[in-house]
């Protein structure tokens, strides 16, 4: 599975950007798509994950702030963010994989990564 992501950018604090992840090669060997990100000295963190269900979940910190979702006829996914913070800065990935039971995400292919910053 490849995966090409875009739409990064400069927002001021309190605005919106749509990240977009295009997939290509063998979709049919995931059952999910999450996008992480990765500030500079920190963990690359997961900030939500969608089934091929449909099924999102999203850590407490961009809860109701983020949406994920995807265009399974297109083969790709999004990540809506909008009330952006300067804390959200950070470089953003999308991955593919595989959503275990218990709501496991294990993510077996990356995207290159593109970069949001939040200032004003």
């Known amino acids: 599975v490849q995966l090409q992501a875009s739409g990064g950018g400069l927002v001021q604090p309190g605005g919106s950007l749509r990240l977009s992840c295009a997939a290509s090669?063998?979709?049919?060997?995931?059952?999910?798509m999450g996008w992480y990100r990765q500030a500079p000295e920190k963990q690359r963190e997961l900030m939500a994950v969608?089934?091929?269900?449909?099924?999102?979940n999203y850590p407490d910190s961009v809860k109701g702030r983020f949406t994920i979702s995807r265009d399974n006829a297109r083969n790709t996914l999004y990540l809506q963010m909008t009330s952006l913070k300067p804390e959200d800065a950070a470089v953003y990935y999308c991955?593919?994989?595989?959503?275990?039971?218990?709501?496991?995400?294990?993510?077996?292919?990356w995207g290159q990564g593109t970069q949001l910053t939040v200032s004003s």
């Open positions: 090669g063998s979709i049919a060997s995931i059952n999910a």
């Open positions: 991955s593919a994989g595989f959503m275990a039971i218990g709501a496991l995400y294990y993510p077996n292919y």
């Open positions: 969608i089934t091929s269900g449909g099924s999102a």
